[in-house]
């Protein structure tokens, strides 16, 4: 597994978290906060059923209107009735039972975003740590609605009968994946969530997560976002969890991709044959400046097949995975540069979920294929390259600014207030405020995450902000800071109007 260079992320987050703010107002009224367990409630007839320390809070978001939900949860919260793990469960759980993840994203976001905002809230100040939770709580309420006048999808109890034994569960669940059978697929995961372990569950939907483009990378993020929760929830959880995400995986269109040769499933199926041309010492390969620089114009030009071939020579050459891996942070952030929108912000975040997923999984030949998706992934981003010939942002080009204030108060207030109406120029400054002193971009950080939390009204502020403010750490020295300065393209500036749930929750926990 790699490991993130230079700095030391656990010492940052302690000596980050003790950092004053530069910018925002006073969070007191989130500290001294509690945990406790929930009283037994009757569970409906026809839905999936969950642990029973755990059903009694998701029927609490379940059956709150959203305009008492924050207020509820505050009660407890202050009462000691009701902790933060909790609270994390029960919004996933909720988000898995209540809302259809199909497609994978729009409404669905509510349970994509659910660790994103536990990633904001771990990486933040003790005093802050509610606001993203309490945010989450609020957007689940808005899909879970969305979702009624939809379809009213509810997750099911799994079909018992069709449940496989211990001992076929494993190739059941790939056999019903590989062929896109829904149905048997269901059954199938619940029979291995019951007997197979966790990292050998992971490294099946690492794969398949990233397998095709559909749903612009939400495959993938919702394969790192869901196992990472479940990390902080415990595996107890998984089932329902992970009927979900095999669903969701088996999203299509038109006839059954097995038996089609549709455009977005092709680098898949190429590279399950490039991978037995990398060499077998590719993770001692060496990390060179050059290959980075070329790997990154390949990404701007050449088709994802090409670029895949691409990615083997380098590896062939002698060139380490990490230099491809700090390449694709590049590009995924210059696409945001260049064309600004939802389409390259998921380029950034699908790159963050599949760099996990690269960290996270024990198998070679899984890290080899993941390898090479990304850059598949990354040209598919693109869309079409016509739309960016006029664009003349290249992140290898960004300059730094001159002339920022001695204080690092004023240079962040300055920053911050630039986002909105000149968002290059904010990101030369920032890009010369984090190469001034390698502690700025820490400072950096903390305020760019107050700031969403100030200002944040989606699941994407949160989703992309997380993956950004992550991903800095595991990219290479020397490009870190162009990266970091770029995502500026997406973050929230201090002109822009609070978000009115931030008073909400200020009362709630008042």
């Known amino acids: 597994m790699s490991a993130p260079s230079s700095f030391n992320r656990r010492r940052f987050l302690t000596r980050s978290s003790a950092l004053a703010p530069c910018l925002l107002g006073d969070f007191s009224f989130l500290s001294g906060l509690q945990r406790v367990s929930a009283e037994d409630t009757v569970l409906p007839q026809g839905i999936v059923k969950l642990s029973a320390e755990i059903e009694p809070v998701v029927q609490l978001l379940e059956k709150t209107?959203?305009?008492?939900?924050?207020?509820?949860?505050?009660?407890?919260?202050?009462?000691?009735?009701?902790?933060?793990?909790?609270?994390?469960?029960?919004?996933?759980?909720?988000?898995?039972?209540?809302?259809?993840?199909?497609?994978?994203?729009?409404?669905?976001?509510?349970?994509?975003?659910?660790?994103?905002?536990?990633?904001?809230?771990m990486a933040s100040p003790d005093q802050d740590r509610w606001l993203p939770i309490f945010w989450a709580l609020d957007y689940y309420k808005k899909a879970e609605a969305d979702d009624v006048s939809q379809n009213n999808w509810t997750m099911a109890p799994v079909e018992e009968s069709k449940v496989p034994p211990a001992h076929r569960a494993r190739q059941a669940f790939i056999d019903a994946m590989d062929n896109w059978d829904v149905s048997a697929a269901d059954a199938a995961i619940a029979g291995l969530v019951r007997h197979g372990s966790a990292g050998e569950i992971f490294e099946l939907f690492a794969q398949y997560g990233s397998r095709d483009f559909r749903d612009i990378g939400h495959k993938a993020i919702f394969v790192a976002n869901s196992f990472r929760t479940l990390q902080n929830i415990g595996w107890h959880h998984a089932e329902p969890i992970l009927r979900s995400l095999a669903y969701a995986l088996l999203a299509h269109e038109g006839g059954n991709p097995a038996k089609r040769n549709a455009k977005v499933d092709r680098p898949w199926r190429f590279n399950q044959l490039r991978v037995a041309d990398i060499p077998d010492d590719w993770q001692n390969g060496e990390r060179r400046d050059e290959a980075v620089t070329d790997f990154l114009e390949t990404l701007r030009q050449a088709s994802p097949e090409d670029a895949c071939q691409e990615a083997v020579e380098h590896l062939k050459r002698g060139v380490s995975p990490r230099s491809l891996w700090d390449?694709?942070?590049?590009?995924?952030?210059?696409?945001?540069?260049?064309?600004?929108?939802?389409?390259?912000?998921?380029?950034?975040?699908?790159?963050?979920?599949?760099?996990?997923?690269?960290?996270?999984?024990?198998?070679?030949?899984?890290?080899?294929?993941?390898?090479?998706?990304?850059?598949?992934?990354?040209?598919?981003?693109?869309?079409?390259?016509?739309?960016l010939e006029d664009k003349e942002e290249r992140i290898h080009l960004l300059q730094p600014a001159e002339g920022l204030p001695d204080s690092s108060a004023e240079t962040l207030e300055a920053i911050f207030a630039e986002v909105t109406e000149d968002r290059y120029g904010a990101a030369r400054k920032i890009l010369a405020f984090c190469q001034r002193d390698a502690q700025h971009a820490q400072e950096f950080i903390v305020n760019a995450r107050r700031m969403l939390f100030m200002k944040g009204n989606?699941?994407?502020?949160?989703?992309?902000?997380?993956?950004?403010l992550e991903d800095f750490y595991q990219i290479s020295p020397g490009l870190r800071e162009a990266f970091l300065a770029a995502s500026v393209y997406n973050l929230r500036g201090s002109a822009e109007r609070d978000n009115p749930l931030i008073q909400r929750t200020r009362a709630a926990l008042a």
């Open 65 to 121: 209107p959203r305009d008492r939900l924050l207020e509820e949860v505050g009660s407890r919260i202050k009462s000691g009735r009701l902790g933060y793990q909790q609270v994390l469960a029960a919004l996933q759980l909720a988000g898995v039972r209540n809302v259809q993840p199909r497609p994978v994203g729009f409404k669905f976001h509510s349970v994509l975003v659910v660790n994103s905002a536990h990633l904001a809230s």
């Open 327 to 387: 390449a694709g942070f590049q590009f995924s952030s210059e696409l945001l540069m260049r064309n600004p929108g939802i389409i390259a912000l998921h380029a950034v975040t699908s790159a963050n979920a599949m760099h996990h997923a690269y960290q996270a999984c024990s198998e070679d030949r899984t890290r080899r294929l993941l390898t090479l998706q990304l850059p598949a992934f990354l040209t598919l981003f693109r869309q079409n390259p016509k739309d």
């Open 458 to 468: 989606n699941a994407h502020d949160y989703k992309f902000t997380s993956a950004v």
